[in-house]
């Protein structure tokens, strides 16, 4: 029996059948995908139940196909109307941003070749685009001469390669001990890291990860803008020392995810280097501000780290997933290769083929690069400039409508493009605002806690949002604060 799935190709090849189906299946994904879009808000609200609901009815793995039409309607049915709209400007819940236009055809790029970067007969100008990149990336971030760079999934594995990089650096320049052989040295116990009481949790799972645990990870508390107290961790790494503990790295987040808020590299290096300590700045979210040149200065000089995390899925609005570890050394990336006779010989690197698996956690890896290669040209550095400078100054001018409003309460001034702030009251009603801006107003924001209390957040990566649409989301907290009560 013929099935509707006989009649679609399986690729897109040489052949004119294959061409027109290719163009047909995507002209009809993105009428779909625009016909979908009929209003301006975030979310349509359906609610956990609805949802669980429409997946309950579908069949997920039939015996026989439904065929390409079936499942497009389907699709039109239960999943383009219920996504949430990450370009509307009621979306502001965390960093998570819209995808430029140009990377969109960037993503259907890639996965049309879907090359890989693991080796160089498996992604020929794909490698050489990524070497390209991470080299220009080395340049912004002034990295110096011998650094080097791989891209990520994001900032979560881009944190894991660096804590990586710094302990099998420590126990091989320090300890005299090779991690990458022996795993990890009789002492490891007294290996610790230290990094800000608001610094981002893949800390924790990483140190778990590296054998090191939790208890590893030193928690170095913050002044009252957020930001690391450095004579706090001086302080810290006096007594561990003098205990006979051994730290070995110190992270500073430059931009930290609820608040945005940037520890200090230009004295961290000083310390670091008076202890001989590795230096990683976690800048997932900050890395964009490097575009600015009216607010580069917020995040200090990154190039005095040793590694730095950059992430492009959220200020740089590329598409999810998409970010770098950058190192000062690139001898470091030695910790990571391996060399497999089926996929990466030696003497096919020797005569010049790059293999990037040599500097990656992941084999298997997308050619996110095309992303960043191609929005870096199509918009320019004033192009990034000028959407991220948009996004401080609306952090700037919403802390300063809240500050003047004796409603509501400001955690801290905002450096970045986060603001932190809570309508005066119980949390209870705060989180009750919340959750009516996301079910009954297409609204989208954030909530976290701040010294112990409820606050609400606004992350603001979308350019688009206004002072006009800031102000009126403001009087619509305020006006439902006043019915909860
Ligand atoms: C988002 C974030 C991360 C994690 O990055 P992913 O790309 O989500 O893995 C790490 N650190 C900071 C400071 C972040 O804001």
Redesign the pocket.
């Given at each position: 029996m013929s099935t509707h799935t006989d009649k679609l190709p399986y690729f897109l090849g040489f052949d004119a059948r294959s061409k027109d189906a290719y163009r047909s299946i995507i002209d009809q994904t993105v009428q779909a995908v625009t016909d979908s879009v009929t209003d301006t808000g975030a979310y349509k609200g359906a609610s956990v139940e609805e949802l669980q609901n429409l997946m309950e009815a579908a069949t997920i793995l039939p015996q026989q196909g439904c065929g390409w039409e079936a499942v497009l309607d389907e699709v039109k049915r239960t999943i383009l109307p219920n996504f949430l709209r990450t370009w509307s400007t009621n979306y502001m819940a965390h960093?998570h941003s819209p995808a430029l236009l140009e990377s969109i055809a960037s993503e259907l790029i890639l996965s049309t070749f879907n090359q890989s970067m693991d080796s160089w007969d498996q992604s020929p100008i794909a490698t050489e685009v990524e070497v390209a990149v991470v080299s220009e990336l080395c340049k912004l971030y002034r990295l110096g001469d011998d650094a080097d760079g791989v891209f990520t999934?994001?900032?979560?594995?881009?944190?894991l390669s660096a804590l990586t990089f710094a302990r099998d650096w420590y126990c091989n320049t320090v300890l005299g001990h090779d991690v990458k052989k022996k795993g990890l040295p009789s002492c490891y116990q007294k290996l610790r890291l230290y990094t800000s009481e608001v610094?981002?949790f893949?800390m924790e799972k990483s140190a778990h990860l590296l054998g090191l645990g939790y208890d590893a990870v030193r928690k170095v508390p913050v002044d009252n803008l957020c930001r690391m107290d450095v004579n706090a961790l001086k302080a810290m790494l006096a007594e561990d020392t003098e205990q006979g503990l051994l730290p070995f790295c110190v992270v500073a987040?430059?931009?930290?995810?609820d608040y945005g808020s940037v520890d200090p590299v230009d004295t961290l290096r000083e310390l670091c280097d008076r202890y001989n300590i590795y230096l990683h700045a976690?800048?997932?979210?900050g890395s964009g501000v490097q575009m600015s040149s009216t607010y580069q200065d917020r995040l200090g000089n990154l190039g005095l780290c040793d590694s730095i995390?950059v992430?492009f899925?959220?200020m740089f609005l590329l598409p999810i997933?998409c970010?770098a570890i950058l190192i000062k050394d690139r001898s470091l990336f030695e910790v990571f290769t391996l060399h497999a006779d089926y996929l990466n010989r030696e003497e096919d690197e020797e005569a010049g083929y790059t293999n990037l698996v040599g500097k990656s956690l992941q084999t298997t890896r997308r050619f996110d690069a095309l992303k960043v290669w191609m929005a870096f040209q199509c918009r320019g550095k004033d192009g990034f400039a000028s959407i991220i400078d948009t996004c401080i100054e609306n952090a700037a001018y919403l802390a300063q409508a809240i500050s003047s409003n004796d409603r509501f309460e400001l955690a801290i001034a905002p450096e970045l493009s986060s603001v932190v702030f809570r309508l005066k009251g119980s949390c209870e009603k705060n989180k009750q605002v919340r959750r009516e801006l996301l079910h009954h107003h297409q609204v989208v924001i954030g909530q976290t806690v701040y010294q112990g209390r409820t606050y609400l957040k606004f992350t603001l990566l979308n350019p688009m949002v206004t002072h006009q649409h800031l102000d009126e989301l403001l009087v619509l907290i305020e006006k439902l604060g006043n019915l909860i009560q």
């Open positions: 960093l999934s994001g900032g979560s594995q881009s944190n610094s981002h893949s987040t430059i931009g930290t995810t976690d800048a997932a979210y995390t992430d899925h959220k997933s970010g």
